[in-house]
């Protein structure tokens, strides 16, 4: 038996969700990376580490995602999704060392924050597109 299809919500529930959540996922993002940058070149403590080479591998994960979510996908905001995970997993992790617990905290809440205004503009966008495009 086919399920019976749930109706779309309207262009005007959906338009200003759908710039809500972009523009906080924006934020994040952006603040997520400032996070990364500042921390390696401020405050951590790489024992003898090349600073440059710890920052590029903690922001390959970010920047190949970036074009993406500046150009406003919707699939890539669903990639960051998963991408952000690892940076939820590192700040929980930082955030039981006591030197590095405010920086772990930071990293968790914004890596959080990004999940979920990723997944509702991800959900949203998609949404919007097919009622824009005529479907109901």
């Known amino acids: 038996m086919a399920r019976k299809k749930k109706p779309l919500p309207s262009l005007e529930w959906l338009k200003p969700r759908v710039k809500i959540s972009r523009a906080i ?3 994040s993002f952006i603040g997520l990376a400032v996070l990364l940058l500042v921390w390696n070149l401020v ?3 790489l024992y003898g580490a090349r600073t440059w080479v710890v920052i590029s591998i903690q922001l390959v994960p970010l920047l190949l995602v970036a074009p993406g ?3 406003g996908s919707p699939r890539a905001h669903a ?3 998963f ?3 690892l940076y939820f997993i590192q700040g929980v992790l930082a955030a039981i060392d006591p030197a590095r617990m405010i920086y772990g905290w930071l990293e968790a809440i914004i890596s959080l924050t990004l999940f ?3 997944l509702l503009y991800t959900r949203w966008g998609y949404q919007y597109e097919r009622k824009a495009s005529g479907e109901s």
Do not use: G
């Open 116 to 118: 979920i205004s990723a």
């Open 83 to 85: 991408i952000v995970n």
């Open 69 to 71: 979510m500046i150009a």
């Open 25 to 27: 996922s924006m934020a």
């Open 79 to 81: 990639w960051t999704c």
């Open 43 to 45: 405050f951590a403590e």
